[in-house]
C-alpha cells in the first residue's frame, strides 16, 4: 500500500519530491519494510469509498531535535477539500505526544502551491535554506533550493 501511493504521488507530482519515480520504482521490498517499521509515522487519506487520496509521514531523525513531516501528498481529486490540514494535524498530533514543542519540513523554493498552502497551515520559514549539490542524473533546471518551515505545536 505504501509503495503504491508514494508511486502514484510521485507519477502525478514529480516536481513536489526530492526523489523520482524511478529512483522509487527500483526501491527494494526490504527498504520499503523498514520505511513502514520505521522510526516514525505514516498516515493515509482515504475517501468513505476506500480509495487512497493522500499521504504523509512524520520522521524522528536520529541527531534531530525535531520531528520532521515529510512526503505530504493529496490526489488531485481530493485537494481543497481538507485533507492536507487533517494529514498534517495527525503528524502534529504524533509529534505533541513525543514531546516536540515545533515539527519542521522543507519545501521546494519552486514549488509556490506547497509553500502557500503550508502557510496557511500555520508554517512559517525558519531562514535556513538548502541548496542541493549537483547532480549528474538531472539538468539544473531540476533542481530547486529547498526552505525549511516550521509549525509549532
Known sequence: MLRDLRLRALGESPDAFRMTYAEELD??????????????ACFVAETAEGALVGMVVGLSLPGQAE???????????????GVARRLVDEVAGWARVAGAARLTLWAFESNVE????????????????LVPPPDIDRDED????????????
Open 27 to 40: 526501491t527494494p521490498e526490504d527498504v520499503w519494510r523498514a520505511r513502514a517499521d520505521g522510526e516514525g
Open 67 to 81: 520531528p520532521l513531516l515529510a512526503g505530504l501528498w493529496v490526489a488531485r481529486e481530493a485537494r481543497r477539500q
Open 114 to 129: 506547497a509553500q502557500a498552502l503550508l502557510a496557511g497551515l500555520g508554517f512559517l520559514p525558519t531562514g535556513a535554506r
Open 142 to 153: 531540476d533542481v530547486s533550493p529547498e526552505l525549511e518551515l516550521a509549525l509549532a505545536l
